[in-house]
């Protein structure tokens, strides 16, 4: 199998589509980037996908072509890690939507053969999750061993068992939620705002002249790492602490630490994200609400589901805090699906999900494994 | 095999092959996972403390975190074969509203619980005159969990008012199984399986 040209890093696949849209429209060809790592197994049972979350993509345990830097979750997944590179079959695939090779307003519509810009269609989450079906046919696994992800990845993992039942054993549900809250909504229209904002955007169409609304990104990103942060973790790393100077300037200059790191946040992010790609990712996130095509019943969701479920969620998170998986774990019950679920203790707020944590390594090692001895 | 604590392995050995059951209060899951291994049971469980629901969902037990509390009402009635409450009825706030719950969502239940009237506990305040600390009861009285202490003639008390099957009831000395006789002062321990 490791001489198949579907598998391995880095890899480009153009599906000819279409792909039906929640929003009515399709898609067509579907672009996918993706990355597998380990070894498919005979039967393909040893599946997993990984989904990423907003601004992520799917260098998951592999160096990144821009930042240089490792995997966003080389402590979850590599050799002897809870996903096993050893054991498991690992996918991770840029959503569509997205900046790393996949189908996004980045990239070229057929029919004018220009950047898609704002012509590209607005996507759901189960959009997403139907274009990586597709990518899951073109590699030959119809069942997936697990789906896990955090934040927007965990609304990925989940819409997969509602979708796909039949495709998927177990999911992991990290830090996430069932559906977008109005505070989740607001914070991401003050980033859409941001983008919009700056007169670089120009209606989206600036990829011609290479000169993207920088600013406004930076912005949005600035404000949305905020909440990605807690008060005490913030509190903790910087407190009012001066950034390379002995006292206040009286001026505008990035006086406090904390200033510092996010206008660095903002300014990083920029040079490996498309401005577009973030309006259309945060409208799909805010879309996300998987008790709507059931009536409201959330329960209704998981009616006679097979699937495995295991849900975490960390003490400080207030972005997709304890309550949003709590509802899912309630639903699940009363639906009697095999549902786990912790609340773990971190002082990192949401992106707690994303650092180490033995107890999250622990829980989802266990949870994998016992699926594999059935 | 590690083994049960004796009331748990009352439990089990009186559960039938296959049943669908729902631990309340499941600790780490030492029942559930022996009831999976060795009556092939589809058990869930409820558990309040963090560290214990990483160990159970560690072992592949499918455990959630909550508190008898406030999370058994998402549980659709009669969905269990049993709902087992070990060793936590003393620790809800409302322990007649907890078993109105268990046989809500179980067709039957396990309660288990420790006697405040065994004699020890009797002889402790009567002589101590201080609040009893024993073997099972090993809290002080200020930072027990254990804010309904009850004994086994306030239980059977509780079944007869709110009309209920008792279908079985064990009791433990040590860790020995007793007799029914005075158990009410003999007993550390007793385990009733109930219906509505």
């Not at chain 1, 966003?72 to 590599?78: A, D, H, I, L, P």
């Not at chain 1, 898609?116 to 079906?133: H, K």
């Not at chain 2, 009331?7 to 899951?29: F, M």
Request: hydrophobic content about 40%; some cysteine.
């Amino acid at each position: 199998m490791s001489e198949d040209e579907r598998f391995g890093l880095d890899k480009r696949v153009r599906l000819l589509g279409p792909l039906p849209l929640d929003s009515g429209s399709a898609l067509a060809p579907v672009e996918l980037g993706y990355e597998t790592y380990g070894t498919l197994n005979a039967d393909a049972s040893n599946a997993i996908l990984i989904c990423h979350a907003l601004t992520g993509d799917q260098y998951v345990a592999s160096t990144h072509p821009v930042t240089g830097k490792d995997g966003w979750w080389t402590r979850m997944v590599g050799p002897g890690k809870p996903v096993d590179t050893d054991r498991h079959f690992i996918i991770c695939v840029n959503v569509i939507g997205s900046c790393m090779g996949s189908s996004g307003p980045a990239t070229i519509n057929p029919a004018t053969e220009q950047p898609w810009g704002m012509e590209f269609p607005v996507l759901t989450i189960a959009d997403m999750v139907r274009a990586q079906a597709l990518l899951l046919d073109h590699l030959g696994i119809e069942c997936l061993h697990a789906v896990i992800g955090g934040s927007m990845g965990g609304m990925q993992a989940i819409n997969w068992t509602t979708l796909y039942p039949e495709r998927v054993k177990s999911a992991v549900v990290i830090a996430s939620a069932a559906r977008h809250s109005a505070q989740n909504i607001a914070f991401h229209e003050v980033g859409r705002q941001a983008i919009m904002a700056d007169p670089r955007w120009r209606g989206g169409a600036y990829y011609a002249d290479d000169d993207p609304p920088s600013s406004g990104l930076a912005v949005a990103r600035m404000a949305a790492h905020i909440t990605y942060l807690s008060e005490a973790g913030l509190t903790e790393k910087f407190g009012r602490r001066l950034q390379d100077r002995e006292s206040k300037t009286f001026g505008f200059d990035a006086d406090f630490q904390v200033e510092s790191y996010l206008r660095h946040q903002g300014i990083s992010f920029v040079d490996r994200f498309d401005a577009n790609s973030y309006l259309y990712i945060t409208r799909a996130m805010d879309y996300f609400d998987l008790a709507e095509a059931y009536g409201g019943t959330l329960a209704h969701a998981f009616k006679g589901s097979k699937t495995r479920f295991c849900l975490i969620s960390f003490d400080t998170d207030w972005l997709y805090p304890t309550s949003e998986s709590r509802t899912i774990v309630h639903a699940l019950n009363a639906a009697g699906a095999a549902a786990s679920f912790v609340e773990l203790s971190s002082a990192f707020g949401h992106d707690s999900f994303l650092l180490k944590n033995p107890e999250m390594n622990r829980i989802v090692d266990g949870f994998l494994k016992a699926g594999e001895n059935t | 095999m590690s083994k049960l604590r004796p009331d748990l392995q009352i439990i089990a050995d009186n559960i039938s092959p296959k049943a669908r059951v729902l631990d309340i209060g499941c600790g780490d899951g030492a029942l559930m996972a022996a009831l999976r291994d060795q009556k092939q049971v589809d058990a869930r469980g409820l558990e309040i403390e963090p560290a214990n629901v990483a160990s159970a969902v560690s072992k592949g037990l499918s455990v959630v975190q909550g508190d008898a509390d406030t999370d058994l009402s998402a549980y659709p009635d009669g969905s269990f074969d049993y709902a087992i409450l070990s060793q936590t009825l003393q620790t809800t706030h409302r322990p007649d509203v907890i078993i109105d719950e268990l046989l809500r969502i179980g067709k039957q239940a396990f309660v288990s619980f420790p006697n405040f009237a065994h004699w020890r506990v009797r002889m402790s305040l009567l002589f101590g005159g201080r609040m009893p600390v024993t073997r099972l009861l090993p809290q002080t009285w200020y930072d027990t969990p254990n804010i309904h202490h009850v004994t086994i003639d306030d239980f059977r008390a509780l079944v007869r008012d709110g009309s209920l099957e008792q279908e079985g009831q064990w009791f433990l000395s040590g860790d020995k199984q007793t007799g029914k006789a005075m158990a009410n002062l003999f007993a550390e321990h007793a385990v009733f399986l109930l219906r509505r």
